[in-house]
């Protein structure tokens, strides 16, 4: 009795686990996410107020402008242009998202991660070096170089990164398993937190000069 009672209470342990691994399944055909949450009728479902349904319309469902390049002089030499749920309502509850990623020659999509989300990625126009590093304690490196028409996905929540390898602009187009995955650019989050990290504390986990820490902190 007892060793059934185990293998029951780790089975549902091991299925919670699972379910919580994505965005909550919706419990209803769409939840129109509200801006203004004034409206009365709102009903509150995965941390956005639902627009009365009898009022949603086609347009909430259409977003447009995907097409047009981002803006890639910056330091890094990318844009990312995000289609989730801040951006198109229609999204809430869903489970799924998308960006536009436009890359300059020899830009990048500097080393972060989604902390909410799987990404599968596909290459529409250039050539990309992409790869991503598994947990500890193996941090295990996998690359690979993407031309047009290439996909490759990176498992939810590990370090991941692209790099426009080519002479020309390319263009890739991300899809995330959550309606907004979250990105944390690790050298933002590390040197440009808010307030910062005591360099002291950077300097040993980095094992860098004192100096070039606040340096860093200094340019994020």
Known sequence: MTKAYLV??????????LASASDPAPLQDFCVA?????????????????????????GDFYFDGLNIPGNT??????????????????????GISLARIDFAPYGQNPPHTHPRGTEILVVLEGT???????????????????NKGDVFVFPVGLIHFQVNVGKTNAIA???LSSQNAGAITIANAVFGSNPPINPDILTKAFQLDK?????????F
């Not at 002089?73 to 869903?94: A, D, H, I, Q, R």
């Not at 100096?211 to 340019?219: F, G, I, M, P, W």
């Open 8 to 17: 029951t209470v780790a089975l549902f342990a091991l299925a919670f686990s």
């Open 173 to 175: 187009i991300s899809g």
């Open 34 to 58: 509200l801006k203004d949450y004034s409206d009365k009728s709102a009903v509150f479902v995965n941390g956005k107020f639902c627009k009365d349904p009898k009022l949603v319309t086609a």
């Open 128 to 146: 990309l070096f992409v790869g991503f590093v598994t947990s500890n304690t193996d941090n295990r490196l996998f690359t690979k170089t993407l």
């Open 73 to 94: 002089y910056n330091k890094v030499g990318s844009n990312v242009t995000n289609v989730n749920v801040e951006t198109f309502p229609g999204l809430n509850t869903l």
């Open 211 to 219: 100096k070039v820490v606040e340096y860093l902190q200094k340019e």
